[in-house]
């Protein structure tokens, strides 16, 4: 497969779907080499990639802001093959914003990035190491070279993406981090094409202290289709129920700003910090409002038919005289509650302005808002230093919170550097038991129930991508703690097989059908039963927290704060008891996950057996 089109057969027996090289950088001494990527493949690809990498290197002991730390870009083998939902990619490494333990982690990335680094050569990017200097990594046609980032040091995102473009030709794609990532903020993201983002975990701070300001991929090279005119039966199979399916409607018209007003209706809506679960603006910040009102097109990843990103026209006067300046700024549901109905902002161009600074910042839009929410309130209950603020946080007030997003980035009040940790440091140093937080991993827009809250608490990655614990509420009621754990661990073990492929999550009621899968798979050379990719999904599932217990994390650990059990949710108020009674259950679940199969290698192994 190359941007053109298909590639042909694949030769000497070499699986397809990917170039069989692994890129390895070490940023400490500048140098690049080539790995074959091959052996991994028992992993698939993707998030299965990565936990292998992790598990077989890190170093017990070792920080996400240290040298040593491994930053992981890797992509599956159905990426760039054009099959539908197949733009993705995913980042890995020891993330920084746990609290108060950092662990393994992973984000993925949509967009075109991800496809244009195997056509630059690479099925991956493995980075260690801290530059002395800022640098960016350039990957061209199977080479590399480390270039000096001297002249984008301090930029945000936008501007250096399209520096970078003006640099090296509008066909590259770029991911890029801002102010927040450079100066180590735990909630910082990496920027990709300005829709899309690695947010959560905190990888723009990894690559901040690894002084790499940015990465540009672009090539014309290609990689084989095993089975090419299976292949294309499969491409017309998947597109057609693409284009056709009601589901897949939904993401293309409104996009997930649809669940505003289901959500606000059913009251699970975050509205000022939790304090309420509908929100009486919900209307104007709504999907249908957006689309009706500041709709300019519509964005789709690589190979995608759908087109889910909503581009929102900001139109701000910026002199006298009617002088405006316009941009096009992507939403969706996740951004309006974060950056809206938590903080109790209610107009549609402010909530675009404020993702428009989020994205520039680098900052991730969740964490960002809930942070400012929870400073929203600490500031009414007189919980933080008002002179430190230095700035009058109030719900709805959008001005005051464009200038929050300012002094989280770049502050250096205690509050200021303290918040840039997260929610859940806010608590730890200023009291305050309404963290919107889970594990140190700020929530998602669903207060629906013990499903959601649960998935955010035993999900190896904390986040509501983990296991949909949103649609468990919203699907059944009256489940047993039981239920609910076996339900969440096994909706993880089987998006650990979409996230390997790369496939799309919102794909997976398509790419759920196994047989589809296997069949997709065996076009590019790898022929697996439902066994096979069952293993493949526990073994990614039990390496996940494998590391994460090795680097001392335990869900004995984890406590939900009071906001959750105050605030009902549609069914209900949550009870703080079968809340703990079901996370037992997750402990022991999860216990019995890693006793299945021994430890392999030796350097966290033996940190988990001397933690134990």
């Not at 139109?315 to 809206?340: K, N």
């Not at 997260?422 to 499903?451: C, I, M």
């Not at 494998?546 to 680097?551: D, F, T, V």
Request: aromatic residues 8%; negative net charge; contains cysteine.
């Amino acid at each position: 497969m190359s941007r053109q089109g298909i590639s042909g057969q694949s030769k000497g027996g070499q699986p397809g779907g990917w170039t069989g090289k692994l890129l390895r950088v070490d940023l400490s001494d500048g140098s690049t080499r080539e790995q074959d990527s091959l052996p991994l493949t028992p992993y698939i690809g993707g998030r299965g990639f990565g936990a292998r990498l992790a598990w077989d290197e890190l170093e017990a002991g070792i920080g996400a802001f240290d040298p040593g730390n491994l930053l992981m870009f890797l992509a599956g083998p159905l990426t760039g093959t054009t099959a539908p939902f197949s733009g993705r990619g995913e980042v890995c490494g020891l993330g920084p914003q746990g609290w108060p333990v950092e662990w393994f982690t992973r984000s993925g990335m949509g967009g075109h990035w991800a496809p244009e680094m195997k056509y630059a050569g690479y099925d991956g990017v493995v980075i260690k190491g801290q530059a002395e200097k800022p640098v960016y990594l350039w990957l061209h046609d199977g080479k590399a070279e480390l270039k000096d980032a001297a002249h984008l040091w301090g930029l945000g995102t936008y501007e250096t993406q399209q520096r970078l473009l003006a640099e090296h030709g509008r066909q590259v794609k770029v991911v890029a981090i801002g102010q927040a990532g450079e100066r180590l903020s735990r909630i910082a993201i990496i920027n990709s094409e300005t829709e899309s983002a690695a947010g959560q975990g905190g990888f723009g701070a990894v690559m901040g202290a690894k002084k790499l300001k940015a990465i540009v991929v672009g090539g014309d090279l290609s990689f084989p289709i095993t089975d090419v005119k299976r292949y294309i039966r499969i491409y017309d199979r998947t597109h057609d129920l693409a284009v056709n399916s009601p589901a897949m409607q939904k993401y293309h018209e409104i996009g997930t700003a649809q669940n505003v007003l289901p959500l606000n209706a059913m009251g699970a809506l975050p509205t000022r910090n939790l304090q309420a679960g509908s929100f009486e603006g919900a209307e104007e910040i709504s999907g249908e409002a957006f689309a009706e009102d500041l709709l300019l097109r519509k964005y789709a990843c690589f190979g995608c038919p759908v087109g889910c990103i909503h581009i929102g026209l900001l139109r701000q006067e910026f002199a006298p005289g009617y002088e405006y300046r316009y941009a096009g700024v992507s939403y969706d549901y996740e951004l309006i509650f974060s950056l809206g109905s938590v903080l109790g902002v209610s107009n549609r161009t402010d909530l675009l302005a404020l993702i428009e600074r989020v994205e520039e910042l680098g900052l991730d839009a969740m964490s960002a808002g809930v942070v400012l929410a929870w400073l929203t309130e600490a500031r009414e209950k007189g919980l933080v230093p008002e002179h430190e603020l230095g700035v009058p946080l109030a719900f709805g007030a959008a001005n005051a919170y464009l200038e929050g997003l300012n002094r989280l980035v770049k502050d250096k009040a205690e509050v200021w550097q303290v918040a840039r940790r997260g929610s859940a440091a806010l608590a730890a140093r200023y009291g305050g038991d309404f963290a919107l937080q889970v594990a140190g991993n700020e929530v998602s827009g669903y207060h629906t129930g013990y499903g959601s809250l649960l998935g955010h608490a035993i999900g190896s990655r904390h986040s509501h991508l983990d296991a949909a614990g949103y649609s468990l509420d919203q699907q059944k009621t009256n489940l047993t703690p039981n239920e609910i754990v076996e339900a969440l661990l096994r909706e993880e073990q089987e998006r650990c097989v979409f996230t390997a492929l790369h496939a799309c999550l919102f794909a997976r009621k398509l790419y759920g059908d196994r047989a589809l899968v296997r069949e997709a798979l065996a076009t590019l050379g790898f022929e697996r039963t439902e066994e096979e990719l069952d293993k493949l999904g526990r073994d990614t599932l039990r390496l996940k927290h494998r590391l994460k217990a090795a680097m001392g994390f335990t869900l004995a650990g984890v406590r939900l704060p009071q906001r959750f059990y105050q605030t009902p949710t549609p069914n209900g108020p949550l009870d703080e008891e079968s809340m703990q009674m079901a996370l037992a259950v997750a402990r022991q679940r999860i216990e019995q996950l890693l006793a299945e199969a021994p430890p392999e290698t030796p350097k966290l192994a033996q940190a988990m057996v001397a933690s134990s």
